[in-house]
């Protein structure tokens, strides 16, 4: 049974077995990912429909459950696949969902894991984390000075998790807020007094970007109060009373001095008064440039600079002009990732800030194109804490850092054998980040299996030559590398693996399209085509007997191996003319030879079979075996080779029993010379088998001959048949048995006698063997490491 989901949960089933077991097995489980929003769905709510169909027509079922201890939140409808909400989603506290969904016949079921992402809802406001609080503020804080920093969260994502802060009645304040970072500071033209205003409440409100919920855009806020004690300073000198006071004194008199009661001058003396002037904490850390004081730094500079390397072209100077331990704080760089270092970290009144690279790497024009970063001064030994902010951009250039990639370290194609010149073979595709003339590719092909390929240079579309015939037959394989290059010359390979497909475009075709056989009954007749095609099963060939006479009924044919027999009940000759009423043993029959190609071709032969009996020969087993294997030379001449082997291994061990014998007697024996009465030579005359005769004794009898005739072979080649013509000449005694004579002349009224014909093919002179090359090696280890490379991918595929 196969399983066919909705656009959303698609998944690849396949059946194992039969189609009548239907027991479903995913091909690649895997889990599929859904995203709804919390807060638009209430309970009740239809989120999804599941679909599957039966090829074979059963109803099916559907099936929702959770992992145990899980919260179920939905529910789904066995019948028609409706999947609705029982419990409402909450992203802030579950932000994804596994679900086991499943569906049956009723005999199997399938079951894959899904994992819900819940999408957020603008439904959370942002909190205060440091306020409602307290703080005090000397009233002698310049303007423009920071003295608190407001943090809020929104536990929300996207828009509706960003905050920004502005004041109530703003206008009429004496405080400003940075709408980003939080930072309250005091407005610039604008003192704190405590002489007119002890406590100052600020109600500061902080408000998300902005969001969809239930299918409206929703902005929330939250509001909370900062209460700032001014804190009284020595700012107002004493005032005198009643003023102005007059006073006399006459022009003669002395320094101020001891007078008595009844005032007359008694003593005075004289001393020094010190006036020590004790330095109050009222200046903040200042940044200054080139022309003064400046909270905003810029550079444009190269990526990826040496590391260490200090960017000149930022001058930045930071200046507190407190004494003591109110001139002393710290420097710190915020920013992205620790690309840049700050030095010095601690400054005692004033200092050059140099900024050093410490990740060069990180400094990439492809993911940043500009960096900002904030420098801070914090006062270190200070109640105060007062702080100073600059922000720092540098904006980056581009180099030609990256080589093009590739999408694949390798293409595999397929393309038809007969294709004509300039078909599409495959497209490669390789990226260069770098922007402008060093991000364009120029690709290219070469290696030894390039010679019939192009490339277009700018689309990395490859195609065929123009003149290049694909042939499946002469070469299937095809392996070569394609490079992309970009213009300073940097370049990344792929390898490209091309495989020309056989087309079922030979028939086959037979040795010879008139064939001469002769067939002992019991034996094969064995014929054969060939099929140039490469591959299976254009090239596999199967026989059929098409047309035979003078009778169809007498033979079988193997499909497979093109073996000719006649019929298993066919034991002698007197039965095929009892069956066939035919005095004449000679057959023509019609072969096909038809490939399982598509479309398929076939190519026909006619074969001329002569039926005959084996007979016993007198000779005994060996005569039978050479007469029912005269249509099989090479078997005769391995019989004979094994013979004389056997002979010449019995001589070996006998000679050696015998030499080892006499080593160990240690002891020289006489030699014995044995005499032989000379025999006369017998030799084989073999008559025709075939030859009525009167008694079957006569078919075959040895007859005494002075001399054994001479065999002379001359090989003539007909349709790359070897025909054998002998040429009998008589030859000096002693000699060995010769090859069976010519048939003995035709007697009209008796059977023609045929010679057994002999089939052959002229075996292909040896290639030599190419010579290996260390790029040939190259290929077949790279071959081969993608052959292991795609069975592991296919063993991982079905795990």
């Known amino acids: 049974m196969a399983i066919i989901w909705n656009q959303h949960l698609t998944g690849n089933f396949a059946t194992s077995g039969n189609e009548k077991n239907q027991q479903l097995i995913p091909k690649c489980p895997r889990r599929e990912k859904f995203l709804q929003k919390e807060g638009n769905l209430t309970k009740g709510t239809q989120i999804y429909c599941l679909n599957g169909t039966d090829p074979e027509g059963q109803e099916v079922s559907y099936g929702l459950s959770f992992d145990p201890g899980s919260k179920e939140y939905f529910r789904v409808d066995p019948v028609c696949g409706n999947i609705t909400l029982v419990e409402k989603l909450d992203r802030e506290k579950q932000d ?61 994502t996207g828009s509706g998790g960003s905050v920004t802060f502005y004041l109530q009645n703003s206008q009429s304040s004496l405080f400003a807020i940075d709408r980003h970072s939080g930072v309250l500071r005091i407005k610039f033209g604008e003192t704190l007094d405590y002489e007119k205003i002890k406590t100052h409440f600020v109600t500061i409100f902080a408000k998300d970007g902005g969001g969809n919920f239930n299918g409206k855009e929703q902005f929330l806020s939250s509001s909370a109060t900062l209460t700032i004690n001014v804190i009284d300073a020595q700012d107002t000198p004493p005032f005198f ?82 004494q003591g331990a109110n001139a002393k704080f710290s420097l710190r760089l915020i920013g992205p990732g620790r690309m840049l270092r700050v030095v010095p970290q601690t400054v005692l009144n004033e200092a050059q800030v140099t900024i050093l690279v410490e990740d060069s790497a990180a400094m990439d024009f492809e993911k940043h194109h500009f960096l900002t970063y904030k420098l801070l001064a914090v006062e ?119 495989t020309v497909l056989d087309l079922n475009d030979h028939p086959p075709a037979f040795i010879d399209n008139f064939l001469e056989k002769t067939m002992v009954i019991g034996t094969a007749v064995k014929i054969e085509a060939v099929d140039d095609d490469a591959e299976v099963p254009n090239n596999v060939i199967e026989y059929t007997i098409m047309k035979a006479e003078p009778d169809n009924s007498i033979f079988d044919i193997n499909a497979e191996t093109g073996e000719i027999v006649l019929k298993s009940y066919i034991k002698s000759l007197a039965i095929i003319q009892n069956i066939t009423e035919q005095t004449d043993f000679t057959w023509s029959l019609v072969v096909q030879a038809r490939d399982r190609g598509q479309p398929s071709f076939s190519t026909t032969a006619v074969v001329k079979i002569d039926i005959t009996e084996a007979s016993q020969l007198s000779g005994g087993h060996v005569g039978s075996f050479l007469m029912q294997s005269r249509n099989k030379p090479l078997q005769i001449l391995s019989m004979l080779a094994g013979v004389i082997s056997f002979t010449i291994i019995v001589t070996v061990i006998i000679s050696t029993a015998t030499f080892m014998r006499n080593k160990k007697s240690n002891r020289i024996k006489p030699n014995r010379r044995v005499r032989r009465r000379p025999q006369q030579q017998r030799t084989w005359n073999f008559k025709n088998p075939f030859k009525t005769s009167e008694t079957p ?56 006698w045929t010679i057994p014909t002999m089939s052959g093919t002229v075996a292909p002179k040896p290639k030599k063997k190419p010579v290996m090359t260390r790029q040939d090696t190259i290929n077949r280890a790279l071959v081969s490491e993608l052959k292991i490379r795609l069975e592991q991918k296919r063993m991982l595929k079905y795990q």
């Open 96 to 156: 994804s969902i596994d679900v086991l969904v499943s569906i049956s016949d009723g005999q199997s079921q399938v079951v894959e894991r899904v994992t819900i992402f819940v999408m957020d809802a603008n439904d959370e406001r942002p909190e205060f984390q440091n306020i409602p609080a307290i703080i005090d503020v000397l009233e002698t804080t310049e303007s423009g000075s920071s003295i608190y920093e407001v943090e809020a969260v929104d536990r929300d």
């Open 697 to 752: 004794g006569e078919k075959f009898q040895i007859e005494e001959e002075e001399c054994e005739p001479e065999v002379i072979m001359e090989n003539i080649s007909y349709n790359n048949v070897n025909n054998v013509v002998r040429h009998w000449s008589p030859p000096p005694p002693p000699c060995a048995p010769s090859l069976p004579p010519p048939p003995a002349p035709y007697i009209p009224g008796e059977r023609p």
């Open 380 to 498: 270190i030994d200070t109640p105060e804490r007062f702080s100073a902010t600059a922000d720092i951009v540098i904006h980056l250039l581009d180099t030609n850092d990256n080589a093009p990639k590739f999408c694949s370290d390798y293409y595999i194609a397929r393309i038809p054998e007969n294709s004509p010149g300039g078909s599409n073979v495959v497209a490669v595709t390789a990226t260069d980040p770098d922007s402008g003339p060093w991000g364009e590719v120029t690709y290219s092909l070469y290696g030894s299996g390039a010679d019939l390929f192009l490339i277009q240079s700018a689309s990395g579309f490859i195609y065929t030559q123009p003149w290049a015939s694909l042939d499946a037959e002469v070469r299937s394989k095809y392996n070569f590398y394609v490079k992309a290059e970009d213009a300073k010359g940097k370049y990344s390979l792929a390898e490209v693996f091309v």
């Open 241 to 322: 009373i009643g003023t102005p006071y007059f006073g006399y004194i006459y022009e003669v008199s002395m320094p101020a001095s001891e007078v008595s009661p009844q005032g007359r001058l008694m003593d005075y003396g004289v001393t020094g008064v010190v006036v020590r002037v004790v330095d109050l904490n009222n200046n903040p850390p200042t940044f200054y440039g080139e022309n003064g004081p400046q909270n905003m730094f810029e550079l444009t500079m190269y990526e990826h600079p040496p590391e260490g390397e200090v960017l000149q072209g930022l001058k930045i100077a930071v200046n507190d002009s407190d």
